[in-house]
């Protein structure tokens, strides 16, 4: 039994569903607001630089997207220099009445990581650069620990294979207490280097972290999703990492596109009913859906795990 079932509708956005011109439409972050689904998403202008468009849906599943892209590279300010190659990979969190989005800014200076933050998805406000270069894929914890928000980010080495570490901050500008959490496993689906995924989603056994693995092929990188759970009140302890994927490149829509053999989320909107929804871009080109049970991701975690480290 497959853990995602895919929708059937997918993809769900294309590039066709845009009404301004770009050549892409995936990587999107997602969140319910006010009974609504909002899905921001990063799309390739057709100079490869990319922008984010906002969609909007009452069922998780038919998207419509604004009439204007959502945030483009800022051409003032402090945040301009580090955003002229394009913002990506967004990823949303609700906490202290807010929505926090942190997303890639790629510039002639490395690729850094933005955080803006939103009350309404109207007025967005530039807060603070979060890290220096060269790092990516941040997600919030959308709850605090110890008075402390908490992060899972993915930094660059050239000694290690790129791993998935944890930092703390008072008030999401300074981030500090780093430490490593979780690391690829050698000659595994996910070897390569690994990312956070999806904001964790709570769940009664902890903090699930949907995120991706890469594998090295002669036909260049496969992105495939797992899971690991992080302990409820300390997140930098891991409880078990699924050891099979969750997720792998599939449908002619993930194995064929912009970058072939991806799947990658950035975004999952659990549900009361137990269900999540997981979103992904296929092949960095279109958007997909798929649902899964909370629990099993989670026993897939503890009974068929491995260790982190
Ligand atoms: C990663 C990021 C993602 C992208 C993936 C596959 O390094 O750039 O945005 O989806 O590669 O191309």
């Not at 595994?188 to 693995?213: C, F, Q, R, S």
Request: aromatic fraction near 12%; include cysteine; charged fraction near 25%.
């Amino acid at each position: 039994m497959a853990l995602v079932n895919r929708y059937s509708g997918n993809p769900i956005l294309t590039k066709h569903d845009v009404p301004y011109e770009v050549a892409t439409v995936h990587n999107a972050g997602v969140v319910k607001h006010n009974g609504e689904y909002l899905m921001l998403f990063r799309a390739h202008k057709h100079n490869g630089r990319s922008i984010l468009g906002l969609a909007r849906s009452r069922d998780g599943f038919q998207f419509t997207v604004d009439e204007k892209p959502f945030m483009e590279p800022a051409t003032q300010g402090e945040f301009a220099q580090y955003e002229a190659f394009g913002v990506e990979d967004p990823r949303i969190t609700f906490i202290d009445g807010e929505y926090l989005i942190t997303y890639s800014a790629y510039s002639r200076h490395g690729v850094r990581i933005g955080l803006a933050k939103t009350k309404d998805f109207r007025i967005v406000e530039r807060f603070a650069l979060i890290t220096e270069a060269d790092y990516r894929n941040v997600v919030i914890f959308p709850e605090k620990f110890n008075g402390l928000y908490a992060r899972l980010d993915r930094p660059h080495s050239e000694i290690s294979p790129w791993s998935v570490w944890i930092s703390y901050s008072p008030d999401l500008r300074y981030w500090g207490d780093s430490k490593l959490v979780m690391k690829p496993e050698p000659y595994h689906w996910d070897e390569m280097k690994i990312g956070p995924g999806a904001p964790p989603v709570k769940t009664e056994k902890g903090w699930l972290n949907i995120y991706h693995g890469v594998f090295p092929t002669m036909d260049g990188s496969v992105y495939r999703l797992g899971v690991a759970l992080h302990d409820l009140n300390d997140p930098a302890k891991i409880l078990g990492v699924g050891d099979n994927w969750i997720l792998q490149p599939e449908e002619p829509y993930e194995i064929t596109g912009y970058v072939h053999n991806v799947v990658f989320t950035c975004g999952a909107v659990p549900e009361d009913d137990g269900t999540l929804k997981l979103y992904w871009g296929g092949a960095d080109t279109v958007m997909c859906v798929g649902t899964a049970h909370i629990a099993e991701l989670v026993d897939m975690c503890l009974t068929n795990s491995r260790k982190p480290l």
